[in-house]
């Protein structure tokens, strides 16, 4: 036994040379090609096929980061992505990643590596005094030890724990690569291209189906990558490539490696997010750098493997400590020994097998410590073979080594502690199915006592479970129950029973056992000196979990809120059940009785620019641009959003100097002469059928019935509660014909409600509603000299006079050149004014033919600025107005609820309370000094009354400068405001702290009698 | 989630724009207030089967009365509003 405890072994002659821990090729490399990458600066060689982890490994780089809270040293445990210890930072500037994890990591020539949560450096780091502040970091620290005084919480302990505790640096600019977003479909969806998925996939295809098979890994294969598992006499890695490559002719079969399928959602639906060019330095033209995929499956097969648990032990962290499975994955498939003398600490037979690999690549296996009494056979077997002590019964008591271990203290099963000399230790305490996806969807995992290990016992319909993820503890097993459930899928999911032909199966050489013992904690309660990690990335030991219990933190969702177990990017996947095995002996209770949490999407961190897609910047939104928006522009118009519409705002000219002076013209011109303004973006939808006016009787306040062809009328909607909803004129073009329009902002809810009246309300109404918003280009032609205009394009054969076509009018038109168009006399403006409409295509050409024939008029364009003087100035109500929150009376329309038929919200418009008085309602407002601004918002007071809500009276919707009335002018709502005209009162900004003296007056400012209108 | 639409088959359910119970009638017009505001206010919250109103926004524009259980949404039955109503 001496000789265990002498110092490791001299380095083998390749010390000096790059690459001094690989020792072969492995199956997964291509060591013909050698790549260089970076790590905290230094160069390091690997291969194409290399994880960052594996060549750091094969370049004996054991410590890569520093832990979450404590900041101690740590290495790599896995070689998958449930990796919770090597968190790197990669690339630079603006692709700047961090918390990516080492061991999913493909390395490229030219990859920059950085560690992360070290300070200055990572072998020097400052911050690992955190340590010896463990007793503030315990469980609950953040609700006990800040709790007083409050103001120290963001001053003091908030500041000092975001610098000490945390993980990498996000980029400081905007990603520059590009995500997109993808849909698939098919009949089969395989999860996993283990022996079980690839079997899956190959009896799916086989029976008939349309099968996608995802593999988050670069690599198919699964664990026939990391075992030296023999099949049919062949590597058990190779009939792998080879199912894939016939996988891969099939036509109805897709493969899509580095794609995690993270999230089960309703129906068939699953989330998976592929990385496209994660594995090179830059993405190509054209190619995104992740894409989202959205897959339909009919049917869904799991075969997502197992994640190995660590043990508990006092100092389990050290970069040296790797799952045994892990250590068999970097020698067989990249080549790598992960330390030059290991220990194998075991409670099952699994375990064994790294003893056997790493003996074989050439690693001195000094001891084989099984906590198991009396060791399992395979276990003697294997020592002999491999020569190493056994310590049956025995235990890890300690680790010594700051930032790479040394050694450890193994204690025998008579308790007799000694030292073992080692670099490198492999530990399993066993596997656990990997169910997530399962449990997504509130399937709640349970305990299963033979297995060790939380299951999925019935699963979601048209989910089924195979191989590990279902418990089957062999390859051969594992073959046979994905074939089986292959073509029980297919099936499922509708192929024919007939179709489908067994399979030649291949058959594993060797017979592999699995005989667990569980071992929760090493040492039990006596041994609890030394930090013994349960949660790697969180810094949960089990010392957390004994102190959640004593304090009554013992219902699992409260011990994970309590010590944040499992709330890291790794959801606890090498953690959860080592830390319920704890609790519930804590509590003398059995696993099954302490229970679980579920889990949630995604079971792999998901970076948001794969979820944003291509929505972002200008792109989050779509634009809508009005038929003009070109000609608009070359004019020189501001454009302004409207919704999604871009409109233009105003049209400055160059000598003008502020936005003020563009729009006082552009009403001017309009009020004097004419001027015009894209209406296109209010909504327009086509009404036909028998009971055409029978529906616009139902869902506007006033009547219909008599409305001649030929003819519009404006109308009032109102909600079910009773309160406007929308307005706009709707004309009769035909007996059974009217065309609506509605405002911008709410064309498709409009359209959604004559939908629901029809199809849910009275169904058998003959009537059909189709939104025409986008096929007609609508152009309102504003002022007194707009029929002079309308002249020179309307064909000449039609009547334009007031007497032929009058206010409301509304005819089917051809203009001079032939296009059939549509023409109704409306005006916003109060002015004598047109709403001519075209085919969309024709509106560029009648916005240049409307500057052409209108230029003798000196004809403007105006925008939606312009557009909102004028409807203020004459008082139409918008959309300010028509908030959500005002009746017909308050928006001064009582009068035109009919009281001869039932409308939507008829019933509820006669609340008491809605019919009052004293509601605010629609006034116009004057300041009496001109010049003094009112601004919308503002609330209005009676004179003299105390700024207070108690005084409140109402409040200003909408205000603008009138260049008409050459003063501020505004609507608003106020309390018995009709009653209250030529009242002055006082208009509170309590933005801006000012009062402003205003006259109530009339809601119109601008031509009360309508005769500019009727001219 | 996805809903099968009678007349464009199975959609994903970004396609539609919820609405709500699809149980409650509208009264008629002297029904008294009570009546109303049950209607217009008071909607029940069951947890399991539920049969809701969905529109069809970025398909067909047909209103569907959906059959659910709100707990694990699985889907019973699909039929158009106006099938319903004049059922
Ligand atoms: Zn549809």
């Known amino acids: 036994m001496n000789d265990l405890s002498a110092s490791l072994p001299p380095e083998t002659g390749r010390r000096g040379k790059t690459q001094p821990m690989r020792w072969a090729r492995g199956n997964g490399i291509r060591g013909d090609k050698t790549i260089r990458f970076t790590f905290d600066g230094r160069v390091l060689e690997a291969h194409p096929g290399d994880t960052l982890a594996s060549a750091l490994l094969a370049n004996g780089v054991r410590l890569v980061g520093r832990s979450f809270k404590y900041h101690r040293p740590r290495g790599i445990l896995s070689a998958g992505p449930e990796e919770p210890n090597a968190l790197v930072e990669l690339r630079e500037g603006a692709q700047r990643e961090p918390n990516s994890r080492a061991t999913v990591t493909e390395v490229f020539d030219g990859l920059a590596a950085t560690s992360q949560n070290r300070w200055p450096t990572l072998k020097h780091d400052m911050l690992g005094a955190n340590s010896l502040l463990a007793p503030v970091f315990s469980a609950g620290f953040y609700y006990k030890t800040f709790m007083w005084p409050a103001s120290f919480w963001e001053k003091v302990y908030e500041p000092i724990i975001r610098r000490a505790a945390g993980l990498g640096r996000a980029a400081d600019e905007a990603d520059p690569d590009h995500y997109e977003k993808a849909t698939a479909f098919c009949d089969v969806l395989v999860v996993g291209s283990g022996p079980a998925g690839l079997a899956a996939a190959r009896a799916a295809a086989g029976a008939g189906a349309r099968v996608i098979l995802c593999e988050q890994d670069s690599l198919t294969g699964g664990r026939l990558r990391a075992e030296r598992v023999m099949l049919d006499d062949r590597p058990g890695w190779a009939w792998a490539q080879d199912t894939e490559k016939y996988l891969r002719a099939l036509p109805e079969v897709r493969i899509m490696t580095r794609t995690c399928v993270f999230g089960r959602y309703d129906g068939g639906c699953f989330g998976a997010l592929e990385r496209v060019a994660d594995h090179v330095a830059v993405p190509q033209a054209g190619q995104p750098r992740q894409r989202l995929w959205r897959i339909v499956a009919g049917q869904c097969i799991l075969a997502t493997g197992g994640i190995e648990r660590p043990i508990v032990f006092p100092d389990n962290d050290r970069p040296g400590i790797m799952l045994a499975g892990a250590v068999r994955s970097y020698v067989n498939r990249f080549g790598v020994v992960p330390g030059r003398q290991a220990v194998i600490y075991t409670n099952n037979d699994d375990g064994l097998r790294a003893a056997a690999d790493l003996h074989d690549a050439g690693v001195r296996v000094a001891a084989i410590v099984d906590s198991r009494q009396p060791s399992s056979t395979a276990a003697q077997a294997m020592a002999r073979q491999v ?21 450890v203290q193994v204690r025998d099963s008579a308790g007799k502690t000694r030292r073992l000399a080692c670099d490198l230790l492999a530990v399993s305490g066993g596997w656990n199915p990997d169910i997530a996806l399962a449990t997504h969807h509130r399937t709640h995992p349970v305990y299963d006592d033979a297995l060790n290990a939380f299951v999925v016992s019935s699963p979601a319909p048209g989910l089924h479970l195979a191989g590990f993820a279902a418990g089957a503890l062999t390859t051969d097993a594992a073959l046979a129950q994905g074939d089986a459930l292959g073509r029980a899928a297919a099936q499922g999911a509708g192929s024919d029973p007939a179709t489908g032909c067994a399979m030649v ?70 953690a959860n059940v080592n830390a319920l095995a704890m609790m519930a002996w804590e509590r003398g209770r059995s696993i099954a009785q302490t229970g679980t949490t579920i889990v949630r999407p995604p079971v792999q961190p998901c970076a948001i620019g794969a979820l944003a897609g291509t929505h972002r910047g200008r792109h989050f939104k779509p634009h809508r641009l009005p038929p003009t928006h070109d000609w608009a522009v070359e004019a020189g118009c501001v454009l302004t959003s409207n919704g999604i519409w871009q409109r233009a705002q105003w049209y400055p000219r160059p000598d003008e100097t502020s936005w003020q002076e563009t729009v006082n013209r552009e009403v001017r011109s309009v009020r004097s002469s004419v001027g015009f303004c894209d209406v296109t973006t209010l909504g327009k939808i086509d009404i036909q059928g028998a009971d055409a006016a029978t529906l616009l009787e139902r869902v506007y306040v006033n009547a219909w019935r008599k409305l001649p062809v030929g003819r519009a009328r404006y109308g009032l909607m109102l909600r079910e509660d009773g309160f406007a909803f929308d307005d706009g004129t709707t004309a009769r073009l035909a007996e059974n014909h009217y065309v609506m329009t509605t405002t911008t902002a709410n064309a498709g809810a409009v359209m959604r409600h004559l939908e629901f009246c029809h199809q849910c309300l009275w169904p058998g109404l003959d009537v059909r509603f189709i939104s025409v918003t986008d096929a007609w280009a609508q152009i309102a032609v504003a002022g007194p000299r707009s029929r002079d205009v309308l002249r020179e394009i309307i064909d000449e054969s039609f009547d334009l006079s007031n007497e032929a076509f009058g206010y409301m009018g509304a005819a089917n038109v051809r203009l001079r050149d032939g296009v059939g168009g549509r023409l109704f006399r409306l005006s916003f403006s109060g002015e004598l004014a047109y709403e001519i409409a075209v085919p969309a295509r024709y509106g560029d050409a009648l916005a240049r033919l409307l500057m052409r024939v209108g230029a003798p008029y000196g004809i403007t364009p105006y925008g939606t600025e312009a557009l909102g003087v004028m409807r203020i100035e004459k008082g ?139 001219a | 989630m996805r809903i099968h639409c009678p007349y464009c088959c199975t959609r994903g359910v970004e396609e539609f724009t919820y609405r709500g119970d699809a149980t409650v009638r509208r009264p008629d017009l002297d029904a008294p207030e009570a009546a109303w505001v049950d209607y217009v206010y008071l909607r029940d919250n069951p947890a399991g089967p539920h049969a809701e109103y969905w529109y069809h926004a970025a398909g067909c524009h047909s209103w569907l009365v959906v059959r659910r259980d709100t707990r694990t949404h699985e889907i019973f039955s699909v039929q158009t509003a106006s099938e319903v109503s004049e059922a």
């Open chain 1, 387 to 407: 020569g190493a002590a056994l310590f049956a019964g025995g235990a890890i008591a300690g680790t010594t080594g700051h930032t790479g271990l040394k050694a």
């Open chain 1, 505 to 574: 199966l291949p058959r594993a050489a060797e017979k592999e056992g699995y005989a667990i013992a569980p071992l929760w904690h090493a040492l039990g309660r006596a041994g609890q000196a030394g930090k013994a990690f349960i949660d790697f990335q969180n810094d949960v030991t089990a010392k957390d979990v004994s102190l959640a219990a004593r304090e009554g933190f013992w219902a699992v969702e409260h011990l994970k809120r309590y010590t944040t177990l499992g709330m890291a990017t790794d959801q606890g996947k090498t």
């Open chain 1, 876 to 1014: 139409h109500p918008a959309g300010p107005e028509l908030n959500g929150q005002t009746t017909a009376h308050d928006l001064g329309m009582g009068r035109m609820l009919s009281r001869k038929k039932d409308f939507i919200g008829r019933a509820m418009a006669q609340r008491t309370a809605l019919c009052d008085a004293a509601r605010p309602t629609l006034i116009g407002l004057k300041p009496l000094h001109a010049s003094d601004a009112l601004v919308a918002g503002a609330h209005l007071l009676p004179r003299g009354a105390p700024a207070d809500a108690a005084s409140d009276q109402g409040w200003i919707s909408s205000s603008a400068w009138s260049p008409t009335v050459e003063s501020w002018i505004a609507l608003g709502f106020l309390s018995h405001g009709p009653q209250r005209h030529g009242e002055v009162i006082a208009v509170h900004n309590p933005l801006a702290g000012t009062v402003i003296e205003a006259q109530v007056v009339p809601p119109v400012f601008v031509d009360p009698e309508g005769s500019r209108l009727h």
